[in-house]
């Protein structure tokens, strides 16, 4: 069956950096674009970046250009979220997701998900 799992999540202080990693199995890596999504307590979840089959092309949430890079390694079946300058409203449980179509900002067009990586970050 397919399992996505994310790792790298901890306890960080503002301004510092962390980088998330999510493994993928059963499934062919290469034809799915991933996403990142994170949820914060008593919110909804909202789209962070996601990447293209190939990691040829990438988009972001407005709020974390240039601070955060997501990237892929077809080989290893694993992508990424290196995450700098991280500010507390970053604070989330932070999902990776694989989708069969493109790219998308919302969750719904996503087959898979992790189970979350949870990421706080202090003042």
């Known amino acids: 069956q397919v399992q996505l799992v994310e790792s790298g999540g901890g306890l960080v202080q503002a301004g510092g950096s962390l980088r998330l990693s999510c493994a993928a199995s059963?499934?062919?890596?290469?034809?799915?674009?991933m996403g990142w999504f994170r949820q914060a307590p008593g919110k909804e979840r909202e789209f962070v970046a996601a990447?293209?089959?190939?990691?040829?092309?990438?988009i972001y949430k407005d709020s974390v250009k240039g601070r955060f890079i997501t990237s892929r390694d077809n080989t290893k079946n694993t992508v990424y979220l290196q995450m700098n300058s991280l500010k507390p409203e970053d604070t989330a449980v932070y999902y990776c997701?694989?989708?069969?179509?493109?790219?998308?900002?919302?969750?719904?067009?996503?087959?898979?998900w992790g189970q979350g990586t949870q990421v706080t970050v202090s003042s």
């Open positions: 997701a694989a989708n069969r179509g493109p790219p998308a900002v919302l969750p719904r067009p996503y087959d898979y």
């Open positions: 059963g499934l062919t890596f290469s034809s799915y674009a």
């Open positions: 990447i293209t089959w190939g990691g040829g092309s990438t």
